[in-house]
């Protein structure tokens, strides 16, 4: 079974830094391109960053580039998302998924970690 | 502001069909393939959509996607009311080099 956990979430002061990871298992995990997807309380689904299976190449959303880094140990079949430079405004759920949202789709998805960015 | 545009609500009784429009451009979903999510309250998105009509193993044929142009549409017949959720689309902006998604679709079962 393929399956998605993510880790590393909770509370962290404005300007703080924080890593999150997603252990995937079930899957030849360097075969697939990943992606984090996050999701503010009460709001929509906000993409975030992407990586391909190899790592050759990492993408990230205006709203989180030079402060988030996405990147992957595939030896661990592991994601990363460094977050560094905390806002309030990144406060969300933050979800590991597998694939690229251009290709055939992100699927499954993790369950989910809260990041709460407060002082 | 979402660069792809849903409508915010659908609603539709036990056994009827609903659509959902999901409107972009020609530098996302005019070419790009799009893919679209189910959200139960409290629960992670689910793969429905990919390719544009595609559907996953274990997904229902009452859920069923085009495309044409710019926009895709999201169709669900036999509406049922464990459909009640938020319907997402996604592509990719390859002028924004980024991942995009609608604002989301509540779907209600009156």
């Known amino acids: 079974e393929v399956q998605l956990l993510e880790s590393g979430g909770g509370l962290v002061q404005p300007g703080g830094s924080l890593r999150l990871s997603c252990t995937a298992s079930?899957?030849?995990?360097?075969?697939?391109?990943m992606s984090w997807v996050r999701q503010a309380p009460g709001e929509g689904l906000e993409w975030v960053s992407s990586i391909t299976g190899s790592a050759d190449n990492t993408y990230h959303a205006d709203s989180v580039k030079g402060r988030f880094t996405i990147s992957r140990d595939n030896s661990k079949s592991t994601l990363y998302l460094q977050m560094s430079s905390l806002r309030a405004e990144d406060t969300a759920l933050y979800y590991c998924?597998?694939?690229?949202?251009?290709?055939?789709?992100?699927?499954?998805w993790g369950q989910g970690i809260l990041v709460t960015v407060s002082s | 502001q979402s660069v792809l545009t849903q409508p915010p609500s659908v609603s539709a009784a036990p056994g009827q069909k609903v659509t959902i429009s999901c409107s972009g451009s020609?530098?996302?979903?005019?070419?790009?393939?799009v893919s679209w999510y189910q959200q139960l309250p409290g629960t992670a998105p689910k793969l429905l959509i990919y390719e544009n009509n595609k559907r996953p193993s274990g997904i229902p044929d009452r859920f069923s996607g085009s495309k044409s142009g710019t926009s895709a549409t999201l169709g669900i017949t036999g509406l049922q009311t464990g459909d009640e959720a938020d319907y997402y689309c996604?592509?990719?902006?390859?002028?924004?080099?980024?991942?995009?998604f609608g604002g989301g679709t509540k779907v209600t079962v009156l």
């Open positions: 996604g592509t990719w902006d390859n002028s924004l080099n980024a991942g995009v």
């Open positions: 079930g899957f030849t995990f360097s075969t697939y391109a």
């Open positions: 020609s530098s996302n979903i005019g070419n790009r393939y």
């Open positions: 998924a597998r694939g690229g949202i251009g290709l055939a789709g992100l699927d499954p």
